[in-house]
């Protein structure tokens, strides 16, 4: 995401121990996989849990023009019928808008045997190749070529196979998932992803009529239901529709958990699955957090100054690298110097230089970050890069002496549901600033808040 697309921007007065109680909602990463998977059905399916957040808007925005119609029955559910689904080339625009419009792919390879869809967009946090997702469709019989930056696939029939993942790739594994559900035979995806939304979507699945066993280890079997038609491709959904309540967002949770240790704070961070939480759990009390875990709620205290800890990201269940920048950010005012690793994405520093400008001591090595923790950082005027990117400076600020103003705050509004609000319902000192092209708004970023009790 470039700097041209910066245009809201949140003031934050720092220094506020963050207190109280906050609701975790639906998993992101999830809902954009369960949101194209209700298009396998030749019914309607609801979805619940669903967080309202723009990758979601997005996504409904795509299928609806192409003839999927989608209802909100309740402010956090989706009804989606597929009926009237027709094989178009969705708008180029919008699926750069998200990584996730990928997933369109192996969805509509397996309904019509036929998709062109434009290379995805995404965050900037590196190259982000699909090589494996392209491996696994032709494993299934398909055609698969990129010409003009558009990914065509084409298949007559789609026939179960063995298919080894060179990386773990959550987008890859996920995707054969979709095209292998409709093949014929069983298709078995070695060295799969493991992350819990992985589950989430085998779960959906089942419940649609698929048949996915394995899910959440890295084997992942997939007897398709084609095989009754000898795998030739139906224009119908082969699936029925099915009703889903999508898991917590990890990341979410992990983001508030890091800025109540970040601001010295006391909070419980409610609907949670403790479980998926273990790899920011254990880091953060490392850094002398105490965490009290209890089924579906965590309850998060700092006293005093951090310590220094090293990060390396890892496929799950390692520390996820969607959570490495909030964590960089609460390092850089930790005692001693820690050694944060991104193994996944070899871009994914680039809030390091906005936490410079806030007196951060960060050399960034390759694919590592040296941290020198400081004592404090001094409020500035930040920008967010890329969606984690302005998750990190919103804790940056949160920290802060005095005032922080992150630009570019729709980056966040991507993946987080309501986060000024939710910030503030914890004690936080936030403000919305009105868009910079805003009619007399002109020195939006200026505006100062008085730092209050
Ligand atoms: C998903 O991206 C998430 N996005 C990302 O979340 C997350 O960072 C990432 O998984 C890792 O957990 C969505 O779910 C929409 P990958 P994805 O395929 O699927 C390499 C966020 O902040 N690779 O698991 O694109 C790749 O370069 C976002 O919410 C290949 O080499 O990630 C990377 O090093 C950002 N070839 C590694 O695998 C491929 O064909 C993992 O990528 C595919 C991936």
């Known amino acids: 995401m470039g700097r041209h697309s910066l245009v809201g921007g949140l003031s ?6 963050l207190q109280g109680r906050v609701r975790v909602g639906g998993r992101k990463n999830s809902a ?3 949101i194209p998977a209700a298009l396998l ?13 723009s ?8 299928i609806t023009s192409m003839g999927v119609t989608v209802d909100r029955p309740t402010p956090h559910s989706l009804r989606i019928d597929p009926t009237g689904l027709i094989n178009s080339v969705p708008s180029t625009e919008v699926v750069r808008r998200l990584r996730a419009s990928y997933y369109l792919w192996g969805v509509l390879l397996a309904r019509f045997g036929e998709a062109e869809v434009g290379m995805p967009g995404g965050c900037d946090i590196g190259q982000r190749p699909i090589d494996q997702h392209l491996k696994g469709f032709r494993a299934l019989g398909a055609e698969a070529v990129i010409e003009h930056g558009v990914v065509k696939l084409k298949a007559r029939r789609l026939v179960g196979a063995p298919i080894y993942l060179d990386v ?7 995707n054969i998932m979709l095209a292998a559900c409709l093949a014929e035979g069983t298709t078995v995806i070695e060295n799969a992803a493991k992350e819990p939304h992985v589950v989430d979507l085998a779960n959906f699945l089942n419940a649609m009529g698929a048949r996915v066993v394995g899910a959440g280890t890295d084997v992942v079997k997939i007897k398709g239901i084609g095989s009754g038609s000898g795998g030739r491709i139906r224009s119908t959904g082969a699936l029925r529709g099915a009703d889903h309540a999508i898991i917590p967002d990890e990341i979410e949770a992990a983001t508030f958990m890091v800025a109540a240790v970040a601001t010295r704070g006391d909070v419980v961070v409610e609907n949670v699955i403790t479980k998926h939480l273990d790899p920011i759990t254990a880091k953060l009390r490392e850094t002398g957090a105490d965490i009290e875990e209890n089924g579906d709620w965590v309850r998060v205290r700092m006293a005093g100054r951090p310590k220094a800890v090293n990060v390396k990201t890892a496929a799950y269940p390692g520390f996820p690298t969607d959570a490495q920048q909030p964590m960089t950010a609460l390092l850089s005012t930790a005692e001693g110097t820690s050694m944060v690793t991104d193994t996944i994405w070899e871009a994914r520093f680039k809030h390091v230089g906005e936490l410079l400008r806030m007196g951060a001591d960060i050399k960034v090595e390759g694919r590592t970050a040296i941290i020198n923790g400081v004592e404090r950082l001094s409020g500035a005027e930040v920008e967010a890069t890329d969606l984690r990117a302005g998750a990190a400076l919103l804790v940056a600020g949160l920290m802060a002496e005095g005032e922080t103003v992150v630009k570019g705050i729709e980056l966040v509004e991507r993946g987080y549901e309501g986060i000024e609000q939710k910030f503030r319902q914890l004690g ?3 403000e919305r600033l009105p868009d910079e092209g805003d009619e007399g708004s002109a020195p939006a970023q200026l505006r100062v808040l008085k730092s209050g009790s």
């Open 41 to 53: 059905a030749a019914g309607p399916s609801t979805i619940d849990n669903v967080p309202r957040i």
């Open 428 to 430: 936080a000192q936030l």
């Open 12 to 17: 934050i007065v720092g220094g506020v121990p």
């Open 32 to 34: 954009v996989a369960l």
């Open 55 to 62: 990758d979601v808007d997005s996504y409904i925005e795509i």
């Open 168 to 174: 773990v790739s959550v987008g890859a594994t996920i």
